[in-house]
């Protein structure tokens, strides 16, 4: 791993997991996620990940349209990386899901490093009570669902992406998508400093426990040695413990309410800036300091 004293924050404001019944601060219409992306940045976050949702029922979309109106507000009132999810929704088409990161161009887009079961379903047992019943079928489907990422569609993001002058969030949510990542590297489709996203608790991939932070850690440093800089993603209510210990171990780090909708035991957070607001805290005890927009971009060789 590339050491840096300087903490890229990622914030990721709503994602395609949650649904709007789970929590009333997750944002969906633009107005929304663009408010919540700009206070995130306000708050310290370098980097903003970013999802569309259906204004009507807040359903994930990848209907480029639907980016245009918060995009604009972000451009406008921050200098933060905007980072455009080529993930979407485990539910979609590959196609259906580059077509934002492609319309658009962005200096960064996910890119979800191998195929796997992805269990939504236990989230069942926590809420029960949905306003739309696309929200209920997101979680019950789930149960025979592949969030599909082949080598072929791996690849032919890379290589698009590429061609746009856009860089990669690698998210890499098993120790195997790591090999998947030196694969690439060794064909010389992608090149360091590699932005390794660490994705820790979904339901399919690896676990959140300290002990599987550390084989991440060793592997990653094992295949792309300096060639890296590393980002802890804990998903759910081990969002801010997991940042934490990477953060101590020398990691950049995600939040937002995408991955946690969480701040404290049973405690819904009111926005994401709040969750980058409590890891700012974290950091800065461990007199680490917070990357800026443009430090992100030198860290990870973005076009600006
Ligand atoms: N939802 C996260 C666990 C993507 O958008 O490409 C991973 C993610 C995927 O952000
Ligand atoms: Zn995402």
């Known amino acids: 791993m590339s050491k840096s004293?300087?903490?890229?924050?990622?914030?990721?404001?709503?994602?395609?997991?949650h649904t709007p019944s789970m929590s009333p601060y997750l944002p969906v219409t633009a107005d929304e996620i663009a408010a919540a992306a700009i206070a995130a940045a306000q708050a310290g976050a370098a980097i903003l990940h970013l999802h569309a949702r259906n204004p009507e029922d807040g359903r994930p979309s990848q209907d480029p349209e639907l980016f245009v109106p918060f995009l604009e507000q972000i451009k406008a009132r921050t200098d933060a990386v905007v980072n455009i999810t080529t993930g979407g929704s485990p539910h979609m088409t590959v196609e259906d899901r580059m077509r934002p990161a492609m319309a658009f161009k962005p200096e960064v887009a996910s890119l979800n490093m191998g195929s796997m079961n992805f269990g939504l379903f236990p989230m069942l047992q926590r809420f029960r009570?949905?306003?739309h019943e696309w929200e209920r079928q997101h979680l019950e489907n789930s149960r025979d669902l592949i969030f599909k990422n082949t080598f072929k569609d791996i690849e032919a993001i890379l290589r698009k992406g590429t061609e746009n002058g856009t860089r990669f969030e690698f998210e890499c949510y098993d120790i195997s998508h790591l090999y998947n990542l030196a694969h690439f590297l060794d064909r010389g489709l992608v090149s360091g400093p590699l932005f390794v996203q660490s994705v820790f608790g979904i339901l399919g991939g690896i676990g959140p426990?300290?002990?599987d932070l550390m084989h991440m850690r060793r592997t990653a440093d094992r295949l792309f040695g300096d060639q890296y800089q590393?980002?802890?993603l804990g998903a759910g209510k081990g969002q801010i413990a997991l940042a934490s210990i990477g953060a101590a171990m020398g990691s950049h780090v995600r939040v937002g309410l995408e991955d946690s909708l969480w701040i404290g035991p049973g405690q819904l957070a009111k926005s994401s800036a709040e969750q980058v607001t409590r890891i700012r805290t974290v950091l800065e005890a461990l007199n680490l300091e917070v990357a800026t927009p443009a430090e992100?971009?030198?860290?990870?060789?973005l076009k600006g």
């Open 296 to 301: 992100a971009r030198s860290l990870l060789g």
């Open 129 to 131: 009570e949905f306003r």
């Open 209 to 211: 426990h300290p002990e």
């Open 5 to 17: 004293r300087k903490v890229i924050i990622t914030c990721a404001p709503t994602g395609a997991i």
């Open 230 to 232: 590393w980002s802890i």
